[in-house]
């Protein structure tokens, strides 16, 4: 329904003008495919990722660590 959308835009565009604000770095499940989509269509990149960190009912799930360089961003 767009919400998603809707908060990367306001939050990134607030980071945006806030110059001492660096980077931004965030987690989220493998599984969450939309998510990770989101994050990428946005320019956020992989960094990392923390196998087996959650169990999400019968099996376990790895967390992607994510992360936007605002500089970049901004040039």
Do not use: C, H, P
């Amino acid at each position: 329904i767009g919400v998603g959308k809707y908060l990367m835009d306001y939050g990134l565009g607030w980071a945006a003008e806030q110059e001492w604000l660096k980077k931004i770095i965030l987690g989220v499940y493998s599984s969450n495919l939309r998510a990770v989509k989101l994050y990428l269509d946005y320019g956020f990149r992989i960094e990392g990722i923390i196998r087996d960190m959650a169990r999400i009912e019968d099996s376990y799930v790895d967390e992607i660590t994510m992360g936007i360089d605002l500089e970049e961003e901004r040039q």
